[in-house]
DNA sequence: CCAGAGTGGAACATCGATGTTCCACTCTGG
DNA sequence: CCAGAGTGGAACATCGATGTTCCACTCTGG
């Protein structure tokens, strides 16, 4: 029956999901065959799901945006002051983890033009509370927090730092390069 | 005469490293004849000059690093205060432009054990005459610091921005993040 | 002008990643 | 047990990047 070895596909699929945001985290030129020896599956069998690389690149595209899309409703945009959700935002964005890094690049650049408008107006909510300095232009501080979680996630996986300081120096510098003086 | 012919060598030699400089800073895996085009040369000439890939990224390493030393000194970081000192290293790295984003992945991944010892000093000094929160381990601020300017640059290469008003923010944010409460 | 350095293009061999095909194997629901 | 889904390995064709070779061309110092 498809519908009950319909789990087992789904199993499958979801386990090279998670291998490839692992293996091209670190490498984005990973060669197919190292996702699938990190997924535990044969080359084969990826294949079998993801004809092409392209396909693959895709799945993992629509994952990250949707695991991205969760964070940010978790972080609960709307509530409190500017910048306590901005905060929060930054939280929820660094248990991310490894999808940090595949994000990082195209979000930086992504959103060039227009800047997510739930993020927007977080920012002007921190304007008008006095939460927010007023100089900072909200592409900018989308781009700052970016960076900010990449050199944390980097601290993390590259030196002996747990991810709850990481986190915690992130937070302190965000606050403080936010606050207006 | 090779003496003579050899200023037009160095010339061409010179020519390559900075089209892979550019041309490698937007993507790292570029084929070699990406490079060779935009260097305005045969793909044939890059091989005399750098026989195999490795060989170019050889050089390129060392000329950015060469640069990078340059920008350090410039910057005297033994001067003044801490903070200040610091705001002088982002201004002139920053000017560094595409070697910026070149040198960033490895850079904070690099420093991960010791980071630079005149860095350190610099830092230090900061937490003795009160300009830089004791806070703020040396290496989360060497991470700080490139993270911050790699977000500046996309911010100008990508966003419509001036490199000024762009080194203005990321001197703004820094200097808030590192400032004690 | 001429010799020789420096160059670019064409052609080629090689290599690794990719994607496909086929077959034998396993595992599970009935 | 047995049918069929799901899988992995081996073998293969293809493709793009790499690196090499060779030859004709240009340019410059003498």
């Known amino acids: 029956m498809s519908a009950i070895r319909g789990g087992s596909r789904a199993r499958t699929r979801q386990a090279i999901l998670d291998a490839a945001i692992e293996v091209l985290a670190r490498n984005p030129a ?3 065959g190292d996702v699938a020896a990190a997924a535990d599956v ?6 079998r799901y993801f004809a092409e690389r392209g396909d693959l690149l895709a799945a993992l595209r629509e994952e990250a945006g949707r ?3 969760e964070a ?11 910048a306590s ?43 008008e509370d ?20 990449y050199a944390g996630w980097h ?8 991810r709850h300081e990481a986190l915690r120096l992130i937070l302190r510098c965000v606050d403080g390069a936010v606050t207006p003086r």
């Open 30 to 32: 990973a060669p197919l």
């Open 42 to 47: 044969g080359r084969t069998t990826l294949h």
């Open 67 to 69: 695991r991205l899309g």
């Open 72 to 82: 940010r409703d978790r972080a609960r945009l709307g509530d409190d002051s500017g």
């Open 85 to 127: 959700a901005l905060r929060r935002l930054c939280q929820e964005f660094f248990d991310l983890g490894d999808v940090l890094s595949l994000l990082f690049r195209e979000q930086v650049a992504v959103d060039g033009e227009g800047c997510d408008e739930n993020f927007e107006a977080m920012v002007r909510r921190g304007y």
């Open 130 to 149: 006095g939460s927010v300095d007023p100089e900072l232009p909200p592409i900018w501080l989308q781009s700052l927090m970016w960076s900010q979680l």
């Open 155 to 162: 601290y993390v996986t590259e030196c002996q730092v747990s």
